[in-house]
């Protein structure tokens, strides 16, 4: 008895601590407001376009308890958490502007050495009709930049309350025959309350290197000013400025209500305090039924400038079957709302496999 009370206190100790340690991140975080007038002055913002169905459908709110491959871009702590060998995943997304999003992952986990996981996303732009200064309307050829980000992650369980992980990123960005490469990583901590179903969760986003584009295309030939007959052209290279990968920290609670035996509520909120834009406040909810089905919502929201948000509500479904007690596969849909007349909503479906 007097052992079950001194773990109770511990308890109480260790969750005020953390509920201060939330209260003080909050209001640090509020005091460094995003610094909107350095808006534009980054690159690689595919880095900011989320994928899975299950997290997209709920705004990213789930950083606190996103667990396996759905975790990796929002918290890659959660890799850890998963309770099976392991899990692949693919995921669609009709993005903005006729661009396609594809996601590609694939996990493994020892529950000694820690969990690790590979991932792809791919931007699809199709083809682009090439345009020079003597025909704007095309030249009759084409080209197709490609926007590629392989992820290499791990997770580790660290204590029976607490999962920490890290990504490693390898940006890589063509257009024609110029090239910028780039390396970031995040890191992520979740935490489970002991007597409670909350969960705690931080991550660093994108902290890494500047990128650069250079190439073939870059260089230029040009003719002396003093042009005679015989002159010869010289050699130049457009020389590019240096930019910055979009960096951002966000802090999240997510809390699991169950209604009965069949029925769970999932609720979750999330604060991200980014670098060179507004800060964002998401929110997020799934409802499930025995575990099998699924139906999810969100919001995204602007802390500053609420008008100007692009995203905003989100919703979803999703189907679980579990051939065996290791086997079982998921399908997961998310809507995402636009607000510009000049694109359609956001189309996500991923299919996962666990075993």
């Known amino acids: 008895m007097q052992s079950r009370r001194l773990k109770t206190n511990q308890e109480l100790i260790d969750m005020k601590k953390y509920i201060a340690m939330l209260i003080i991140t909050v209001f640090s975080t509020i005091i460094m407001a995003g610094d909107v007038s350095r808006k534009g002055t980054t690159g690689a913002d595919e880095l900011l376009i989320p994928v899975g169905a299950r997290s997209i459908a709920t705004a990213g709110a789930f950083v606190a308890n996103s667990q396996g491959l759905e975790a990796l871009y929002y918290n890659p ?9 392991g899990e692949m995943m693919f995921s669609y997304m009709s993005y903005i502007a006729d661009i396609n999003l ?70 890589y960005e063509k ?29 660093i986003k994108n902290v890494g290197t500047n990128m650069k584009f250079t190439g073939q295309d870059l260089q230029r030939k040009y003719y002396p000013i003093n042009n005679t007959v015989d002159a010869r052209p010289v050699s130049a290279e457009i020389t590019t400025e240096e930019f910055q990968i979009p960096s951002y920290f966000e802090l999240s609670l997510a809390y699991d209500a169950e209604i009965n035996d069949d029925m769970k509520l999932l609720t979750g909120f999330n604060f991200r305090n980014n670098n060179v834009m507004e ?15 699924f139906l999810r919502a969100g919001y995204d929201t602007y802390l500053q400038n609420t008008d100007k948000n692009i995203y905003d509500y989100t919703l979803g479904f999703g189907v679980k079957y579990d051939f065996t007690r290791s086997l079982n596969l998921t399908f997961d849909y998310a809507y995402r709302n636009v607000n510009e007349k000049a694109f359609d909503a956001n189309h996500v479906f991923s299919v996962k496999l666990g075993f």
């Open 175 to 203: 257009i024609g025959n110029a090239s910028a490469t780039g390396f970031g990583v995040d890191f992520g901590v979740q935490y489970k309350f002991d007597e409670l179903p909350l969960w705690l969760g931080a991550t």
């Open 279 to 293: 800060d964002q406040l998401q929110l997020g909810v799934e409802f499930s039924y025995v575990d099998m089905f």
């Open 102 to 171: 594809s996601y590609f992952a694939a996990s493994y986990n020892d529950k000694s050495l820690g969990s690790v996981a590979l991932s792809v996303k791919n931007l699809d732009f199709g083809r682009i009709n090439v345009t020079t200064e003597t025909k704007p309307d095309g030249d009759g050829s084409t080209y197709s930049p490609t926007f590629l980000t392989t992820t290499l992650s791990y997770a580790k369980v660290v204590t029976d309350r607490v999962t920490a992980g890290a990504n490693l990123k390898i940006i």
């Open 77 to 85: 702590a959660g890799l850890a958490a998963y309770q099976g060998n």
